[in-house]
Every structure is written in structure tokens, then in C-alpha cells.
């Protein structure tokens, strides 16, 4: 299986939710206003703003709409043409002044208001809004055509390595000793304990009521609250700019609702994510659909745990945790600079593995670490260690094949700015990995010398019974 397997059913997905969009869109009454905003889009004179988005986006009306940088554009035609207020003139000029100050006022607070409540950043609220709609229709498709069967064992699987993760830090010899490290030990383990795991299309997904309640939320909004400017484009987009941030914001405490709304923004942009902030484990359906993990020699998509594995150690291993990383101190070492070394026998280009990467290294090294122990209790020493029929390749060596394949088409040369991103080459991040697992070379029968041995003595171990004290 090759890497691009993950970019075709990340394609699949995108593209299902673009031929959904239109019937998604058709009854919204927001669309239909969008709809109308794009005709009564002001002819603007050039400027700073309107150069910029000319530049980015040619002929393409819906870019101008939806383009952040025109809310500055748009507010030149507001000052010419708008309707600012609704006031007339009384028999006091003081009152008639009052009144007008008072009702611009209350425009000019509803557009700080706009810019306030982003919650997506450069994400315009027009598309999240159609990814919105655009999920209605995927679930109440996937409902009508049953296709969830693939997604249920993630969050079980998730609690075995989390209870895995836990066993190993208890076992860790260095958090062994006085009431401090003791300490430190409990607390760590409540840290990994504790994370969250979701998942698009989970349950919080299929419970459809959920996302047409916010739904329902963002249309009454959008209608109620809409300050009238004089200029339809603007009020309309600065209308949803309101109507998406507050509907969203009222709901950020809740943890579920949150993680669910960040997974229909991110429209299955990523394989997975860890917020160290929320403490919580995201898996994206690319890389949990059957096509990116098949196999005929495992019934275990162990691409896909490892993926988990890794996002769960991201809580042990996060650029946000410094004060944990530097207790790690020559165990951590160790591992940042057998990466480093493995520049040297691995690399294809530049290479900046060591400690620049070791937030990244360390949950791949922990994660297949884990996968393995888990292949040990589901498949007993004889079946690991007989062949796979027609080939001369035992399970256990097939394991390795399998979690490394994940990367084989890329191995591409890295330029030196390649080699400044906080993880490794792809070859780096299996072979510096497999060749400090003395699992690898059991598997394989290495001998002293070869480039992928190691044994447990020369290995690296930041928990478990062999981390050094």
C-alpha cells in the first residue's frame, strides 16, 4: 500500500462533499442571500485592498465575495451609498443628534463585533458555512447507505494503547524513587488517561440532530440580528460573520460539539491532530476508510493505530509541554541524536533530524513500539514466526513491510528548506525509528554491524522497565 493510497480516498471524500454542495445549498435561505450578494457586489475603485484580491482572483465573482480582504474594500462604498441611519429629524437637534449617534454607533459596533468573533481565522465564513450544509448531506447519505461499519473500533483500540501507555510509564525505572518523581509519575499518567478520542462520522457525527440544531441556530441569527448598512454585499457577509461566530462560540466549552465543528471545517484536510490544549485525539475518515489500510496478510489496520499511537504521544511529546520534555533529559537525548546520526546513513538531501524533530520522532518511535507489542498479543510466536503461504516472509517481518510501506513513495530529496519542518524525511521517520527497535532485528535476524541493528543495551527508552534511571 503506498502513501498516495491516502491522498486518492482524501480526493474521494472532497470530492463527495463538492457534488453534494449544490443540493446541500438549494433550499438555505442564507445561499439565497449569498446568491444576491454576488449581484449587488459594488463596482470598487482601485486600491490596496481590491488590487490584491483582483490579483488572486481573476474573473471568479464567488472569490470576490467570499474574500476576507474585501470587508475593507466594501466598507468604501459604505461610506459613499450607505443608508446609515433610520432617524429623523425631531424638533430638537440635540435629540435628532443623540439619536443618530446612537443608531451609527450601533453599526459600527456590529462590524468590530464581525471581525471579533472569528473563530476559523483566514477561513472565510462563507465556506464554512457550505461545509456545514455540505456534512448535513454526507451523514443523511451515509445513514441511507449504511457506511459507518468501518469507524467503530477506533475508540476501542484507543483505550487498549491508552491503557498500554499507562502500563509502560508505570513501569519507567527514572519515575521510580522519592514523593517527587512519584509525583511527576501519577501525573503523567492522569495526562494520558485522560485524552479524548474522536473521529469523523462518531457518534456525535451521526446524531444529525446536533449539527441541524446549529444550523438552525446560524439561519436564526443571521436573520435577527443583521444590522442594515445601506450595502447588501456587506451586510450580508458581516450578517454570517455574526451568525457563525456566536453560534460557534456558545457552544466552545463544550468539548464534543467543538471537536465535531473543527472536523466539518477541516473538510478531511488532515490524517489526524492532537490539541494539547483540549487534550483530545482527532482521526479524519481518509486515513480510517478501508481503502488506505487493506491488507489480505493483517485483519488489523495497524497503518491506521499507528497514526493513533502517534497522536496519542503527542501528549508526552508536544512542543507546548517544554518543562515535561527536558525531564526526559539523556533519555530524550538519546533519541534526538540517534536521528541525527541516522542523517548520515538514511538521508536523501538535506536532513535537520535531532532535537528539532524530537516532538515529532518520539511519538513515531513510541507509537510502533506500541503497535508491536500489540501485533505480540494478537498473534501468538507461531504464527509470527511462520511463513506467509507463497512467500518467504514470516507475519512479523510482513508487520514491519506494512508499517514502513506507508511512506515508500516518499523518498523524494529534501531541499534545505525542506529539512527545517518539524518532522523528519519519510525515510528518516521509519528507519532511524526500526533501527532502534532490537524487535526489528530479532525479526530479521541483523548482526552486529549492520546498519539497522541495535539490541536493548544500545537502544533508546524514554519509559518502560528499560528507560535508564
Known amino acids: 500500500r503506498k502513501r498516495s493510497e491516502d491522498d486518492r480516498t482524501q480526493s474521494i471524500y472532497k470530492e463527495a462533499t463538492l457534488r453534494l454542495r449544490p443540493n446541500a445549498l438549494r433550499n438555505s435561505p442564507i445561499a439565497y ?25 481573476k474573473d471568479d465573482v464567488e472569490c470576490y465575495v467570499t474574500d476576507q480582504m474585501l470587508y475593507a474594500a466594501l466598507a468604501q462604498e459604505f461610506r459613499v451609498n450607505a443608508t446609515l441611519t433610520s432617524i429623523e429629524s ?3 437637534l440635540e435629540a435628532t443628534i443623540n ?32 461545509r456545514l450544509q455540505s456534512r448535513i448531506q454526507m451523514i443523511e447519505f451515509m445513514k441511507t447507505n449504511c457506511t459507518y461499519g468501518d469507524f467503530h473500533e477506533i475508540k476501542d483500540i484507543a483505550e487498549v494503547m491508552k491503557t498500554k501507555m499507562v502500563e509502560n510509564i508505570e513501569a519507567s525505572t527514572w519515575l521510580h524513587g522519592d514523593e517527587i518523581s512519584n509525583f511527576i509519575r501519577e501525573k503523567i499518567k492522569e495526562r494520558v488517561a485522560s485524552i479524548q478520542i474522536y473521529h469523523d462520522f462518531d457518534e456525535y ?17 443571521f436573520f435577527s440580528n443583521q444590522r442594515k448598512t445601506g450595502v447588501f454585499a456587506l451586510d450580508t457577509l458581516v450578517g454570517l ?37 483540549r487534550k483530545t485525539a482527532t482521526m479524519y475518515a481518509p486515513f480510517m476508510s478501508r481503502e488506505a489500510y487493506q491488507t489480505d496478510i493483517f485483519k488489523e489496520p495497524f497503518i491506521t493505530y499507528h497514526t493513533l499511537g502517534h497522536e496519542l504521544y503527542h501528549s508526552l511529546f508536544a512542543p507546548e509541554n517544554g ?30 533530524s535531532g532535537n528539532q524533530t524530537i516532538t515529532e520522532d518520539g511519538p513515531d518511535l513510541e507509537s510502533f513500539r506500541l503497535q508491536h507489542n500489540i501485533l505480540q498479543e494478537t498473534y501468538n510466536d507461531e504464527e509470527l514466526n511462520a511463513n506467509i503461504d507463497g512467500l518467504d516472509t514470516t507475519l512479523e517481518q510482513a508487520f514491519f513491510y506494512y508499517i514502513a510501506n506507508g511512506w515508500c513513495d516518499r523518498d523524494a530529496i529534501m531541499s534545505e528548506e ?52
Not at 456590529?110 to 481565522?121: N, Q
Not at 541524536?337 to 538514511?346: L, P, V
Open 33 to 57: 442571500d449569498l446568491n444576491k450578494a454576488k449581484e449587488h457586489m459594488p463596482k470598487l475603485e482601485d486600491n490596496k485592498y481590491t488590487s490584491k484580491a483582483r490579483e488572486r482572483c
Open 90 to 92: 425631531t424638533e430638537s
Open 99 to 130: 439619536a443618530y449617534t446612537t443608531d451609527t454607533s450601533a453599526i459600527i459596533d456590529d462590524l468590530i463585533r464581525a471581525f471579533d468573533v472569528t473563530v476559523f481565522g483566514k477561513m472565510d465564513d462563507v465556506e464554512i458555512f457550505n
Open 205 to 221: 457525527d451521526k446524531n444529525l440532530t446536533i449539527i441541524l440544531e446549529l444550523n438552525r441556530d446560524i439561519n436564526q441569527l
Open 241 to 277: 460573520q455574526l451568525a457563525m461566530g456566536e453560534t460557534l462560540l456558545k457552544n466552545e466549552n463544550s468539548t464534543e460539539i467543538s471537536n465535531m465543528i473543527v472536523r466539518i471545517v477541516d473538510n478531511f484536510e488532515y490524517n489526524a491532530k492532537f490539541d494539547p490544549a
Open 323 to 352: 518543562i515535561l520534555l527536558s525531564l526526559y533529559s539523556h533519555r530524550g537525548e538519546c533519541v534526538a541524536n540517534h536521528y541525527q546520526r541516522s542523517c548520515s546513513k538514511f538521508s536523501i538531501g538535506a536532513c535537520g
Open 418 to 469: 525542506d529539512a527545517k519542518d518539524v518532522h523528519s524525511a519519510f525515510n528518516i521517520r521509519i528507519n532511524a525509528a526500526l533501527s532502534l527497535m532490537p524487535e526489528f532485528s530479532n525479526a530479521f535476524q541483523c548482526k552486529e554491524g549492520d546498519e539497522m541493528f541495535v539490541d536493548t543495551e544500545g537502544s533508546c527508552f524514554v519509559f518502560g522497565p528499560n528507560s535508564r534511571a
